[in-house]
């Protein structure tokens, strides 16, 4: 049973700041790897999507990689903004499977 | 082009009373699933429709069902409610077929309160 794990639960930093939230699965037969991030009580926005072919992906200040054999996926968010605040969750998909396996989330706080 | 649309927004009902959400796709996404969000986890799989077959189904009893019309948006209802189905309901949308990987999208959610 695939169980997708983020650490740190929550993290707060001053704004300027580099950081890495961590997320890793128990199953490496993965299709693809999903970051998104939430407002609070809003809906998900899907920020990088790594397939299983590929090491890592980039948009702007965000950049995500992917370790299938250790079970392992960062988002690293370069020079940290007060509108990064948000939750952030990583989700992946299995093979044979059709559905979205979701960690607890990391929740930023970036404060000026 | 408009992005997954979910109605209503929020909603309160009374325990044993039956709700129906909504969700339409985004233009050409033929898949649609389903997932449950409590306050603090993650979301949790329900359902998985693909050209208006069932194509996956999450650990929820029986009193939660959805279909898919032929204009691929989606429906999703729970029977017989209880005070834990209180939620925020997300609906996502890909052009997914199963054994390909694609891009989900997610709508604003339905805030389901179970009073």
């Known amino acids: 049973k695939q169980e997708v794990t983020q650490i740190p639960a929550a993290l707060s930093v001053p704004e300027g700041e580099n950081l890495v939230l961590n997320c890793s699965f128990t199953?490496?037969?993965?299709?693809?790897l999903q970051w998104f991030r939430q407002d609070p009580g809003k809906g998900l926005t899907s920020l990088l999507l790594?397939?299983?072919?590929?090491r890592e992906q980039t948009s702007g200040r965000l950049n995500a990689s992917l370790d299938k054999s250790s079970g392992r996926s960062t988002l690293y968010i370069a020079a940290s903004q007060p509108g990064d605040s948000a939750t952030y969750l990583c989700?992946?998909?299995?093979?044979?499977?059709?559905?979205?396996?979701f960690g607890t989330g990391t929740r930023l706080q970036v404060f000026p | 082009d408009a992005g997954v649309t979910q109605s209503p927004t929020h909603l309160i009902k009374t325990r044993g009373q039956h709700v129906t959400l909504r969700c339409s796709p985004i233009?050409?996404?033929?898949?649609v699933s389903w997932y449950q969000q409590v306050l603090g986890q993650g979301p949790q799989f329900i359902f998985q429709?693909?050209?208006?077959?069932?194509?996956g189904r999450g650990n929820f009893p029986d009193r939660f069902s959805a279909r898919q019309f032929p204009n691929y948006s989606s429906e999703l209802n729970v029977n017989a409610l209880l005070l834990g189905d209180s939620a925020l309901y997300l609906c996502?949308?890909?052009?997914?077929?199963?054994?390909?990987?694609?891009?989900?999208?997610f709508g604003p959610g339905t805030r389901l309160t179970v009073t």
């Open positions: 790594i397939q299983s072919s590929q």
């Open positions: 233009s050409g996404h033929k898949s």
């Open positions: 429709y693909y050209e208006k077959e069932e194509r």
């Open positions: 989700a992946v998909e299995s093979y044979n499977t059709d559905k979205l396996i």
């Open positions: 199953d490496s037969a993965i299709y693809n």
């Open positions: 996502a949308s890909s052009d997914h077929t199963s054994g390909t990987s694609y891009e989900q999208y």
